[in-house]
């Protein structure tokens, strides 16, 4: 899966939506259900671990371990999403600037087959709609 987003915000912004634990509380997540916890210990072998509710009522609790951390440029970490058959696979989030603004680039990589990665990409995407608005800016 790679997404790419364009966001009206500096790249310290947004790596600060994406690493701090009070913050990613309010946003986190594929639709408009609640962040219920995040842990972000952001630094190479650190853990992150966010439990999620879809609006369905389903909880989620995708967890890692920060395989590379770039202040404000790139973070990295395994993910594994537990109770599914997916293998450990690898999310980064690629931050640039670009003209007042920042070009977000998202890969999850290694999903096991098409219909998990259709389901991370829907999922990422709802995730990533959702950022400019936490941030109060526009796309």
Same mark, same amino acid.
């Not at 972000?40 to 989620?60: I, Q």
């Not at 087959?113 to 400019?132: F, V």
């Given at each position: %899966?790679?997404?790419?987003?364009?966001? =009206?915000?500096?790249?310290?912004?947004?790596?600060?939506?994406?690493? #701090?634990?009070? !913050?990613?509380?309010?946003?986190?997540?594929?639709?408009? +259900?609640?962040?219920?916890?995040?842990?972000?210990?952001?630094?190479? +072998? *650190?853990?992150?671990?966010?439990?999620?509710? !879809? &609006?369905?009522?389903?909880?989620?609790?995708?967890? *890692?371990?920060? #395989?590379?951390?770039?202040?404000? =440029?790139? &973070?990295?970490? @395994?993910? /594994?999403?537990?109770? @599914? #058959?997916?293998? =450990?696979? $690898?999310?980064?989030?690629? $931050?640039?600037? $670009?003209? *007042?603004?920042?070009? !977000?680039?998202?890969?999850?990589?290694? $999903?096991? /087959?098409? /219909?998990?990665?259709?389901?991370?990409? #829907?999922?990422?995407? +709802?995730?990533?709609? =959702?950022?400019?608005?936490?941030? *109060? %800016?526009?796309?």
């Amino acid at each position: %899966v790679t997404i790419v987003r364009r966001i =009206k915000a500096p790249p310290a912004k947004i790596w600060t939506a994406i690493t #701090q634990p009070e !913050l990613m509380m309010q946003w986190w997540g594929p639709d408009a +259900g609640p962040t219920l916890n995040v842990v972000a210990d952001v630094r190479p +072998g *650190g853990r992150f671990s966010v439990v999620f509710r !879809l &609006l369905n009522g389903e909880e989620h609790n995708p967890t *890692g371990i920060y #395989q590379e951390v770039v202040s404000e =440029k790139r &973070l990295s970490f @395994t993910w /594994d999403l537990p109770g @599914t #058959q997916e293998r =450990k696979s $690898l999310v980064t989030f690629q $931050l640039e600037p $670009l003209d *007042g603004g920042t070009v !977000l680039t998202l890969t999850h990589e290694n $999903l096991p /087959d098409e /219909d998990t990665r259709k389901s991370h990409e #829907q999922g990422w995407n +709802g995730l990533l709609d =959702k950022l400019p608005t936490f941030l *109060g %800016v526009d796309t």
